[in-house]
Nanobody
Framework: VQLLESGGGLVQAGGSLRVSCAAS????????MGWFRQAPGKEREFVAT????????YYSDSVKGRFTISRDNAKNMLYLQMDKLKPEDTALYYC???????WGQGTQVTVSS
């Protein structure tokens, strides 16, 4: 599975942004998938995960209530809707299946204050 993120950009604090992840391969729909992020000078951290059929989701405390993870298995797409963005959300956002070593190249999200 190859992963390609898109949709990052610059947004003001309080604004919204949706990042997407296009997956290649026919096995995408079998896997739970996740979003991770890494800010400059910090370690990569977990953001959200979603089960293979979208029935279960889980979020880090820092984004709970503001971000929504979703997927469209028919299109091999993973999404992260980010609302009420804060400057501390600034990071490179990755979609991934870490247990299998699948990582995208990341998309930059910058939130200005």
């Amino acid at each position: 599975v190859q992963l390609l993120e898109s949709g990052g950009g610059l947004v003001q604090a309080g604004g919204s942004l949706r990042v997407s992840c296009a997956a290649s391969g026919r096995t995408f729909s079998r896997y739970a998938m996740g979003w991770f992020r890494q800010a400059p000078g910090k370690e990569r951290e977990f953001v959200a995960t979603i089960s293979w059929n979208g029935g279960k989701t889980y979020y880090s405390d820092s984004v709970k209530g503001r971000f929504t993870i979703s997927r469209d298995n028919a299109k091999n797409m993973l999404y992260l809707q980010m609302d009420k963005l804060k400057p501390e959300d600034t990071a490179l956002y990755y979609c991934a299946k870490p247990s299998l070593g699948y990582w995208g190249q990341g998309t930059q999200v910058t939130v200005s204050s």
